[in-house]
C-alpha cells in the first residue's frame, strides 16, 4: 500500500500554520527537552490535551527537572497527579526518571528495545519518545495517526497492519530532517481535521491524497468501547470529628491510596443493619460506567486496617473519586 511521496510533505506545513501552543512544546535546551516531552507523554496516556495542559504547567512549576523529580517523594508526585487519574503512570514516572538518572547518565536509551525496558513504556511511548527526542524516523501509533493512515487509503483500521505501512513507505514519509515535527503534525492533524466524527475533509490539504474523500462514502473507521457496568455498595465509617474512615485500597482499579474502607459488588449479601443509607452516586471512568449506592454510620471505634481522616484533609493524595464522596458526607454534619 503506497502513500503519495508529497503527504509528509503537505502535513508539516499545515502544522507549521495550524499546530496548537502546548507548555510542552516550547524552545528549551536539550535536558528540558527530555523532562518535558517524558512527563507530557506519561500524562497523555488515556488523557485528553486539554486536561493535562494545567496539570503539565503545575508539574513543571513545583517540580523543574528530571534530576528534581528522580529525588522527590512519591507523596509528592502523587499529590501533583491528584486528579488526573491512572495514578501507576505517576509512579512508573518517578522509577523511569530514577533509571535514567542513575544508569542512564541523564539520557534516554536511543532503541526500541531499550526504552521499552524502562517502566510504563511500551511500543506508542517508545517509538514518539524516540521521534521526538532523537528525531528518529518513527510514528507513535495513537489514533489519531492510525484514523489518518486508514482513511488515506480507505481501509478498515482492524485490518491494516500500520508498522508494515510505514516501513514500506519509509523514505516518502521521512525522507527530511524533521522526523520529530512530522511525528507530531501526524497526531496533531488526526485531532483537529482527520477527526473522528465530522472530519474537515473540504479544508483538508491532503484530500487530493485521500482515497476516502475521493470514495465519497462514509466508512466506519473506529469500534466503539464496550462501557463495563458495575455496581457497588461503599460503607463509610464516620464520627462527630469530621472525619471519615480510610485505607489504602490496592483491589480495585479505581479506588487505590488512601480510599474507601469497604467496597463491595452489589450482587454479594451484605448485612446493611446499622448502616444507614446517605446516596446514589453514578460516575464514569475510562470504559466502567459506575452505579454506588453510598452507606453509613458514626462509630468512635474501627477496624485496625483503618485511620480517620478529616474531610477537610488537604496534605494527603486524596483520589478525585474519594473527594467527591467526601461532599457527599459533608452534608451530615
Not at 112 to 127: A, V
Not at 205 to 217: A, D, E, L, V
Request: aromatic share 12%.
Amino acid at each position: 500500500m503506497h502513500i503519495n511521496n508529497n503527504l509528509s510533505k503537505k502535513i508539516i506545513s499545515w502544522y507549521d500554520n495550524n499546530k496548537r501552543t502546548l507548555p510542552w512544546r516550547a524552545k528549551f535546551n536539550s535536558t528540558k527537552k527530555l523532562y518535558y516531552r517524558l512527563l507530557s507523554e506519561f500524562m497523555l496516556q488515556q488523557t485528553q490535551v486539554k486536561t493535562v495542559v494545567p496539570y503539565f504547567r503545575r508539574f513543571t512549576k513545583e517540580i523543574k527537572t528530571l534530576k528534581k523529580l528522580s529525588t522527590t517523594s512519591e507523596r509528592k508526585v502523587l499529590k501533583l497527579w491528584e486528579g488526573l487519574g491512572y495514578y501507576r503512570r505517576a509512579k512508573n514516572l518517578i522509577r523511569t526518571s530514577k533509571i535514567i538518572e542513575k544508569y542512564k547518565k541523564s539520557k534516554l536509551p536511543k532503541t526500541l528495545i531499550e526504552i521499552k525496558k524502562l517502566p510504563g513504556i511500551g511500543d506508542y511511548t517508545g517509538n514518539i519518545l524516540l521521534a521526538l527526542v532523537y528525531n528518529q524516523p518513527r510514528l507513535g501509533l495513537d489514533g489519531n495517526v492510525k484514523r489518518v493512515l486508514s482513511r488515506i487509503l480507505n481501509r478498515h483500521e482492524k485490518k491494516l497492519n500500520y508498522q508494515a505501512i510505514i516501513e514500506k513507505n519509509k523514505k516518502k514519509l521521512f525522507c527530511h530532517n524533521r522526523n520529530s515535527d512530522f511525528a507530531e503534525a501526524m497526531m496533531e492533524f488526526g485531532a483537529l481535521i482527520c477527526r473522528p466524527k465530522d472530519p474537515y475533509c473540504s479544508i483538508c490539504p491532503i484530500n487530493k491524497n485521500c482515497k476516502f474523500y475521493k470514495s465519497g462514502k462514509s466508512l466506519k473507521l473506529t469500534n466503539s468501547i464496550k462501557t463495563n457496568k458495575k455496581s457497588y455498595n461503599i460503607f463509610c465509617y464516620l464520627n462527630k470529628k469530621k472525619q471519615i474512615g480510610l485505607k489504602k485500597n490496592k483491589s480495585l482499579g479505581f479506588l487505590k491510596e488512601y480510599n474507601l474502607p469497604i467496597v463491595k459488588e452489589k450482587e454479594s449479601k451484605e448485612n446493611f443493619k446499622n448502616w444507614n443509607f446517605l446516596c446514589n452516586y453514578k460516575n464514569n471512568i475510562s470504559n466502567k460506567k459506575l452505579d454506588i449506592d453510598l452507606y453509613y454510620k458514626f462509630s468512635k471505634k474501627i477496624p485496625k486496617d483503618l485511620n480517620w481522616y478529616s474531610i477537610y484533609n488537604k496534605k494527603e493524595f486524596i483520589p478525585t473519586f474519594t473527594k467527591k464522596i467526601f461532599k457527599q458526607v459533608e452534608n451530615l454534619y
